[in-house]
């Protein structure tokens, strides 16, 4: 079993700066992508930004220049630095992971709980 533990979420002023975290525990062999997607109310949920295991970055364009992704494998855990905050970037950010577990080496993929962001204008 596998878990996401997400932290940092809250309300910021637009123009602001939040950092999110993610840490992994459980029966991990490896993890070669974590990211973070978010959901606005009413809307699917989008990608904000992934990151795998030897740091090469994607972000959503929208986010692209404001928000910085970045990981410490020997904690399994992500990071999310956003700044520039927009009302729009209003969402619950979730977590997500995908690798191997133990002890059968089979697939691994998993959501975080969802941290809330809230900007106001």
């Known amino acids: 079993q596998v878990q996401l533990v997400e932290s940092g979420g809250g309300l910021v002023q637009a123009g602001g700066s939040l950092r999110l975290s993610c840490a992994a525990s459980?029966?991990?062999?490896?993890?070669?992508?974590m990211g973070w997607y978010r959901q606005a109310s009413g809307k699917r949920r989008e990608l904000v930004a992934t990151?795998?295991?030897?740091?090469?970055?994607n972000y959503a364009y929208s986010v692209k220049g404001r928000f910085t992704i970045s990981r410490d494998n020997a904690k399994n855990t992500v990071y999310l630095r956003m700044d520039s905050l927009k009302p729009e970037d209003t969402a619950v950010y979730y977590c997500?992971?995908?690798?191997?577990?133990?002890?059968?080496?089979?697939?691994?993929?998993?959501w975080g709980q969802g941290t809330l962001v809230t900007v106001s204008s």
């Open positions: 997500y992971a995908k690798g191997i577990h133990t002890p059968a080496y089979s697939t691994l993929e998993v």
């Open positions: 459980g029966s991990i062999f490896i993890i070669n992508v």
């Open positions: 990151i795998t295991s030897v740091s090469s970055t």
